[in-house]
């Protein structure tokens, strides 16, 4: 089955800076990629999220790419601000129906 | 407020007890996806239902059972109940699969 991983585990920024978190996942079949994110006592949120008929997608200040070849791809948030910080996700499915698979998590600290 | 529905918040109960959690998916969504989060080992796919029939199962164990009612609401049924059950709970509704929308989540304390 899909296994996605997920680095790094914790990322410290300062506010301003760019934030990158990277993906891989293992099954080639895997069209759907999406980015959740997670604040203190509330659910994932979807963010951002991309398929694979795109290599790249933006919106505002984040932006996802995907690398199909190499099975990887990335979160970059810039301008980071403290209410960036939280937790994020990246997973991956094939398609309509299937069951999104997640990495473990990246915890995002935005320091002003 | 994402539209999905998860009771109770939380909840805590003894070992060998069973527990069910309740959620309402989104309006128009079919799909229902539980999942378990748990500090190590992030969010874990349990089971997904699809307008009323099972879909998929993921790492559930076989003390774990769901279903999805006429109403499109599930239940995801925990019995004899040990402490590494202890996570929270969420589940996910979606109209195709693509792009989930999360509840609140139950957390589940055994002791």
């Known amino acids: 089955g899909e296994n996605v991983e997920q680095h790094p585990s914790t990322l410290s920024v300062q506010e301003g800076d760019s934030a990158v978190i990277k993906c891989t996942y293992s099954d080639s079949a895997s069209n759907y990629f999406p980015w959740y994110k997670q604040e203190l006592g509330k659910g994932p949120q979807l963010i951002i999220d991309i398929r694979s008929n795109v290599g790249e997608k933006k919106d505002q200040r984040i932006a996802v790419t995907l690398n199909k070849t190499a099975k990887h791809f990335s979160l970059h948030i810039t301008e980071t601000q403290p209410e960036d910080s939280a937790v994020y996700f990246c997973a991956a499915s094939s398609g309509a129906g299937t069951a999104l698979i997640f990495g473990k998590g990246t915890t995002l600290s935005v320091s002003s | 407020d994402s539209g999905v529905t998860q009771t109770p918040k939380h909840l805590i109960t003894a070992t060998g007890q069973r527990v069910t959690l309740r959620c309402s998916p989104r309006s128009g969504d079919l799909s229902v996806y539980w999942y378990q989060q748990s500090l190590d080992q992030g969010l874990q796919f349990l089971i997904h239902?699809?307008?009323?029939?099972?879909?998929a199962k993921g790492n559930i164990l076989e003390r774990f059972s769901a279903q999805q009612f006429p109403d499109l609401h599930s239940e995801l049924n925990l019995s004899s109940l040990e402490l590494g059950d202890s996570a929270l709970y969420f589940c996910?509704?979606?109209?195709?699969?693509?792009?989930?929308?999360f509840g609140s989540g139950t957390r589940l304390t055994v002791v």
């Open positions: 239902y699809y307008n009323g029939e099972e879909r």
């Open positions: 996910a509704s979606s109209v195709v699969g693509d792009g989930y929308t």
